[in-house]
């Protein structure tokens, strides 16, 4: 059993996390938005990596674009529906809480988009070797969300909790 200040930082981590997550990547978009570029608009090309300004209706690689102003409610309650596991999982939060805190932050901060701007703001563009889909932040951080819960799942000593 948890302690009530334990379980309170560790709330405190998740929102915290959260918060700088959504807060960075709005900033980010809003930057690009505020300085006059519009949709197609090359911010920077370079040899690997440019700045390239799209919206995206879908999900990755464009994805479920056909669901149009749908979309962005399956994923509210995506994730309210995951929020709701959660909470009734504290052990995962107890975990997890930095790295979910990211993911939310970051699917938050999409969501927002659709909202806002009818669609994903999305800005960079890898295109050495291969093309590859135009993201931006919030698609890294979630990554790197996912990434940090599946290195403490697997590299966890006592499996019992995941």
Request: glycine fraction near 8%.
């Amino acid at each position: 059993m948890l302690t009530k200040d334990l379980q309170n930082r560790i709330w405190i981590g998740f929102f915290a996390s959260l918060c700088v997550v959504l807060m960075l990547d709005q900033a980010i978009k809003w930057y690009f938005l505020f300085k006059g570029y519009t949709q197609g608009d090359m911010i920077f090309e370079g040899s690997v990596i440019s700045l390239l300004l799209v919206y995206n209706k879908g999900v990755a690689f464009s994805m479920f674009a056909f669901l149009q102003e749908w979309l962005k409610y399956l994923q509210i309650l995506l994730l309210v529906g995951i929020f709701v596991y959660l909470w009734k999982h504290k052990e995962i939060i107890k975990v997890h809480y930095i790295a979910l805190g990211v993911i939310f932050g970051a699917g938050i901060s999409n969501i927002l988009d659709r909202f806002i701007h009818g669609g994903v703001v999305d800005y960079i563009f890898w295109h050495y070797k291969f093309e590859f889909a135009i993201f931006n932040f919030a698609d890294v951080m979630i990554n790197i969300g996912v990434a940090l819960v599946l290195f403490s799942v697997f590299l966890r000593k006592d499996k019992s909790v995941s």
